[in-house]
């Protein structure tokens, strides 16, 4: 997600690919009138086409069409609601916006004081962090795969350019030493988001040792100086991190101008397209990048079946077995989580003197850092045999 204006405005990749798409596909140069416009004919006057002037573009690249009869292109506007008036809410207090402004940005805006030393970090990652990301930042495994890497053990954009052009072809490594721009994110992110069952429990010291320790694993160098066991990062030296990719992305969205640079790139189609407009046979008038080399032999072949494989008649599994694997296991496969893991007699025990009712109600409402039914999308009996797996395991 870029970030456009302080606390303001963003604009996701999605929305991106959105506005590149319907632009390169309708953009065009009215060679009478020397202007140039998109979605022609759209609005009429008198049975004429009214064009929009040229610099009339929205920030995605759009163009800012005129409120007309209450009508805004072909979409009905209410007109209660044309001039943009809203009057819902408050303006917030003082205490209030101080307590929604905690992001981190690049020039150092909004990062606090503190120290930490990669040793530290390292003890707190593997208390808080490890169980989730990986030994060494190098990624989950088994239940908790979806947890991405930090780290490939160097500072390199060199993999950024790799494709998978054979089966044995490595792919982009995207992790902080080598796609992350900024490092204001990091500390960011950890300070607000993480760890995961508990975030903003940390300390701003416990952010900087985690940070120091992150970076120090992506051999990242702080003013030249490589970051050893001993290293201590405080805000001086934090202002003086350069990543590696921190000039790989464009347009440049940092400083004051960065709206009005997203906003001069998108309206500019030479950017991600030919600015050739096309509404018919559009393969044969703009650039396909096609692939070069296409994988049709594969070793296993490829399943086209999208049916789920059967069990087979012999195979008794427990009912609750597969929801916990897919939505419980993240948190109870270990007490690094805060929670009451598989096969720890004593502490379900513990839970069990109030009854197995009392279990089931507290799971299904959510207690402490649980949301309800753990966050995932099941039924009330699907949840209590996903606790009775664990309980039966646990004895």
Known sequence: MFILEKHNRFISTALVACAI????????????????????EIIKDDGKPVFPAKKERGIDGGVVYKVKDNMYTLYAINPQFSEY???????PTKNEEKAWDVDVMPDGTG??????????GEELYEEKCLMCHGDFGSGGIGTRSTYPALSIGEAS????????????????????GTYWPQASTLFWYIKTAMPFPHPKSLTNDEVYALVAYLLSINEIKIDGKELDDDYVLD????????????????????????????????????????????MKNCIDKVNVVRIEKEIHIYE????????????????????????????????????????????????????????????????????N???????ADISDEQFKAAVDYMIENSK
């Not at 008036?85 to 303006?91: A, E, F, I, P, V």
């Not at 990062?111 to 530290?120: I, W």
């Open 21 to 40: 798409f319907l632009a390169t596909a309708s953009y065009a140069s009215d060679k009478d009138t020397k202007r140039e416009y998109i979605a022609t």
């Open 85 to 91: 008036k809203y009057h819902y809410g408050r303006k």
């Open 111 to 120: 990062l606090p004081e503190g120290k930490g030393s990669v040793a530290e």
């Open 157 to 176: 954009t060199e993999s950024l350019k790799n494709q998978r052009l054979t089966p044995d072809s490595d792919g982009p490594k995207r992790v902080i």
């Open 235 to 278: 805000r001086e030296k934090f202002l003086k991190i350069k990543m590696p990719n921190r000039d790989g992305f464009i347009p440049k969205i940092d400083g004051p101008k960065g709206p009005e640079n997203v906003r001069k790139f998108l309206n500019n189609p030479n950017n991600y397209g030919n600015g050739v407009r096309c």
């Open 300 to 367: 296993p072949p490829v399943s086209v079946a999208r049916d789920l494989p059967k069990p087979k008649k012999d195979e008794k599994s427990h009912p609750g077995k597969e929801i916990y694997e897919a939505s419980c296991a993240v948190c109870h496969a270990t007490d690094a989580m805060g929670a009451p893991n598989i096969g720890n007699k004593e502490a379900w025990a513990k839970r069990l003197k109030k009854g197995i009712d009392k279990v089931y109600e507290a799971g299904i409402k959510g207690i």
């Open 369 to 375: 850092a649980m949301p309800p039914k753990g966050g």
